[in-house]
């Protein structure tokens, strides 16, 4: 009886395990796996979870990426889901499996072979990365922050200029960093990089002084963070001046060289470092998913109730999907590529296929915008909240910090209950006193 339970027990399949996987994946293990209802397997590219709107913080070096991963496997048997390490690279939807692509060392030896994984249900949840909208020059010349390795590249490649200037001797080197994208990832990135540029000189690494750290964000559009209300936008223009960041707008850059931006107006901006923080698109192998519709960017189209156009077994979600909803005033919104809707997206899911598994129909997905918030490093942050007590509201300095951060926390509060999450912020506290304030090495 036990072994027909088992053959017979509904296989849901989660690819990607980052903000919205994750949480999807430790709500059904919670919930189905636990008491062998349906076996949940969490497949992902990476062995550890970090949780991306981090990568900045990682890059400049206020984070060490080491203290905040969690292990996929640990997570797993905590949670009573399977994790299998693997890269999707395709899908057969008459045989409902995906295939896995082989697992290689750091030489190109194979550790894993190539492998076929069968569903019930599937969730793709794969993420984004940045778009260089074929700019020539921008894979080689730029550094991205699409994942931990590339952050800690970034993080590495900084360090490794302040080590240079120093043994050079010139106490009047300057650094000139151009970073190309002025949405949310490339304004924290800049206030995050100010931030560093101040610590490693307290630490001794003061042959490029703080004011010697030139970074300069170039934006295509008319503003800074242009998918944020412009009052924000204005505010966080304001404090990146203060800090001394320059930045332009109305620039499209039309080629990236070895020491340099080149904008479509033909003006050089010379750079020591290069890091491209524009746009998004899901990862190009979903474009070719045995007939799954996508958008321009690659983000598999998805009904209300998170489904696939053409097959009600696959879903999406986070930022891989493209979701179009009809709001209260009859309104089209597009969801955001955001964590907050990765969050909401795991949430509904969970309890869609927990319904389904009780024989209900799947649940719609009904996006709550509470605002937005930008993280200008410990310095302040400055955003808005949307609630039904608050309405649209501004908020700024010390108090926004607090609701940023708190987002990580929600994250963490899904992952591990409010006891471990309380004595996680407890750990940090304590370890933010015996470490330095910046990543050194
Ligand atoms: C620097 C930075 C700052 C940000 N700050 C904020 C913020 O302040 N607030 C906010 O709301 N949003 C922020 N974002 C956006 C936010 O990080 C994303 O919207 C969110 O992480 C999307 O969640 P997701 O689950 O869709 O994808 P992700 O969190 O990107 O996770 C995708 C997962 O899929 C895995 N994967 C990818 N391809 C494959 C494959 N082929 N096979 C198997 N696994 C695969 C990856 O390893 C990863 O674990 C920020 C993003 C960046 C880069």
Same mark, same amino acid.
């Given at each position: 009886m036990k072994n027909e339970t088992l053959v017979n027990k509904k296989k849901i399949v989660i690819v990607g395990g980052g903000a919205g996987g994750l949480e999807l994946a430790t709500r059904l293990g919670k919930k189905l796996g636990k008491k062998q209802r349906a076996e949940i397997t969490l497949v992902d590219a990476q062995n550890t979870h970090f949780w991306k709107p981090l990568l900045h913080e990682v890059a400049a070096g206020s984070l060490n990426a080491f203290e905040d991963e969690l292990s996929y496997l640990a997570q797993a048997k905590w949670n009573h889901f399977r994790f299998i390490p693997g890269k999707m690279e395709s899908i057969n939807r008459a045989n409902k499996s995906i295939g896995l692509s082989p697992i290689l060392d750091g030489?190109?030896?194979?550790v894993v072979p190539a492998r076929t994984l069968s569903y019930d249900q599937l969730v793709i949840a794969v993420g984004s990365t940045a778009n260089d909208?074929?700019?020539?020059g921008a894979r080689e010349h730029c550094l991205f922050l699409d994942n931990r390795q590339q952050a800690e590249r970034i993080h590495t490649t900084l360090i490794n200029h302040y080590l240079h200037a120093q043994a050079s001797g010139n106490d009047a080197s300057k650094l000139r960093i151009a970073i190309i994208g002025a949405g949310a990832t490339g304004v924290e990135l800049a206030a995050e990089l100010h931030f560093a540029a101040i610590e490693l000189a307290r630490y001794?690494?003061? $042959?490029?002084k703080p004011e010697h750290l030139e970074v300069t964000i170039i934006e @295509? @559009?008319?503003?800074?963070?242009? $998918?944020?209300?412009v009052r924000i936008s204005s505010s966080v223009h304001k404090q990146l001046n203060k800090m001394g960041i320059r930045v332009m707008t109305q620039q499209l850059v039309s080629e990236i060289q070895a020491g340099g931006v080149t904008t479509r107006d033909g003006e050089f901006i010379e750079s020591d470092l290069r890091i491209w923080a524009a746009g998004i698109k899901a990862p190009e192998f979903l474009s070719q998913m045995d007939g799954l519709k996508t958008n321009r960017i690659n983000q598999l189209i998805v009904r209300p109730t998170l489904q696939t156009t053409l097959d009600d077994q696959i879903y999406s979600m986070g930022d891989c999907a493209s979701c179009t909803l009809t709001d209260s005033k009859n309104e089209s919104i597009t969801i955001p590529p955001r964590a907050q809707a990765a969050h909401q997206q795991a949430s509904l899911l969970a309890k869609s296929l927990i319904a389904q598994a009780n024989g209900a129909a799947p649940l719609e997905f009904n996006y709550k915008d509470y605002g937005s918030l930008i993280s200008l490093s410990r310095f302040s942050a400055v955003g808005n909240l949307m609630g039904a007590?608050? @309405?649209?509201m501004m908020i700024e300095g010390t108090l926004a910090k607090w609701f940023y951060i708190s987002l990580y926390r929600m994250h963490q509060m899904t992952l591990f209950g409010k006891l471990r999450t309380g004595t996680l912020i407890l750990k940090d506290l304590i370890s933010r006193t015996t470490r330095p304030q910046l990543k050194l090495h």
């Open positions: 030489n190109g030896q194979q909208f074929n700019t020539p001794g690494l003061d $042959a490029i @295509g @559009g008319e503003r800074i963070l242009p $998918a944020l209300p007590i608050t @309405g649209d």
